[in-house]
């Protein structure tokens, strides 16, 4: 796997832009469309802002799918993601092609619709974040990475639900939902690029776990280290306790000033 570290978060996000619009082109030269995984999160802001503004990208040729949303919370809540997804990248760019996750509709219904919707052709690309806990999409730990279905249902850990009073997208962990609608692991290990972009201090020791130690449900997103096509974008402060000596030749040292 590659790493690439960075200052601050907005050239990490200027960085990660470049290599995923650059993938997006690419897939629309080869097969007339490209079709995209888009993680939504705060700390996905600066990198959606710019991915929203590259430029020649034909977003009408462009399908995007959603990686998580929680169950049981409306479209309208600040927390949403599938608001944030249509806010910050659907709408800005018109995207016309896209299936969102409705977490307060019949989970059933989406979870079938959707999976099929995946699974009928190849992903050129996604964009993920790894929570505080390690969690890839809302896979917390111990992850599930046997099953074979492209969306599930999971139940969101304390560790994760706290992460998103943090963030200041609910006021106190009472109004966070305990379950989630996730992309499952498998799923998201069968796309052909993966670009994670994991900024901030409160990332380091999840970083550490997942890059450092072992391949571990109990470390979700430790899993990417199987792919044979990933980068992980960090910033100094994600990157504080990752050991180094084990990706020498793997990180960009291009990206230090």
Not at 59 to 66: G, I, K, N, P, T
Request: hydrophobic share 45%; charged share 25%; glycine share 6%.
């Amino acid at each position: 796997m590659n790493f690439k570290i960075f200052h601050d978060r907005r050239s990490m996000g200027k960085a990660a832009a470049d290599q995923a619009a650059a993938a997006i082109r690419s897939a629309i030269q080869d097969h007339g469309s490209a079709r995209i995984v888009a993680a939504t999160a705060a700390s996905q802001k600066e990198f959606l802002e710019e991915l929203a503004s590259a430029p020649e990208i034909d977003w009408r040729l462009v399908e995007a799918f959603h990686l998580d949303e929680y169950i049981g919370l409306n479209i309208t809540h600040p927390g949403s993601f599938r608001r944030m997804l249509l806010e910050q990248l659907i709408r800005k760019n018109g995207i016309v092609r896209y299936h969102l996750l409705d977490g307060d509709g019949d989970v059933a219904s989406v979870l079938r619709s959707r999976s099929e919707a995946i699974a009928s052709a190849p992903i050129d690309i996604a964009f993920l974040g790894i929570g505080e806990n390690g969690h890839l999409a809302f896979n917390d730990p111990p992850a599930n990475f046997d099953t074979e279905e492209p969306y599930l249902v999971v139940t969101l850990d304390e560790a994760c639900r706290r992460q998103q009073v943090g963030e200041a997208w609910f006021s106190d962990i009472t109004e966070v939902p305990k379950q989630a609608i996730s992309m499952s692991v498998k799923q998201i290990l069968k796309v052909k690029e993966l670009i994670a972009v994991v900024p901030g201090p409160q990332k380091a020791q999840a970083i550490q776990a997942c890059f450092n130690g072992e391949i571990t449900p109990m470390a979700p997103a430790s899993i990417l280290r199987t792919h044979p096509n990933i980068t992980v974008y960090l910033d100094e402060d994600s990157a504080a306790l990752l050991d180094r000596t084990l990706y020498s030749g793997s990180i960009s040292a291009a990206s230090l000033k």
